[in-house]
């Protein structure tokens, strides 16, 4: 089976991770230990919090600014339009931002919001 990881720099991890657990991601670990934190969001799904220096060792360059500029849009699926409401709604709750009312695009319904640092992340729902 093939697994998909993000990896996303954070200012804090624990902040962040208790961000990402109020929308139901989990982890084995309580407490982040070290630099780095996994989250799982799926069976085939992770979330790699990093603090921002120890991510830019991986990336060989600097973390880029999020109020400036986007590195990239995370977009996972929900079950039900009724649940990527449910969800951005929850981040919003947790500290986000929300970034709008959903949007219908024929069998496709999305809609997004910003994470405590800035990195935009999208629920959609494709309808059948």
């Known amino acids: 089976m093939t697994m998909t990881f993000i990896n996303l720099p954070v200012r804090d991890l624990s902040t962040a991770a208790e961000f ?10 309580s407490e982040p230990a070290g630099d780095s934190l996994a989250l ?15 991510f830019e060792t991986y990336t060989g360059v600097a973390t880029p600014d ?8 995370v977009g996972l699926s929900a079950p039900s339009r009724e649940q990527v409401d449910e969800l951005v709604d929850r981040a919003a709750v947790a500290g986000g931002e929300s970034l709008g009312p959903g949007v219908a695009n024929g069998p496709m319904y999305m809609r997004g919001f910003r994470d405590l640092d800035g990195h935009q992340w999208s629920f959609l729902h494709l309808s059948s």
Request: hydrophobic share 35%; charged share 20%.
């Open 40 to 54: 799982t969001i799926s069976d085939s799904t992770r979330l790699m919090l990093h603090v921002r220096s120890a």
């Open 66 to 73: 999020t109020a400036t500029s986007r590195e990239v849009i």
């Open 20 to 29: 990402y657990r109020a929308l139901g991601f989990t982890s084995d670990q």
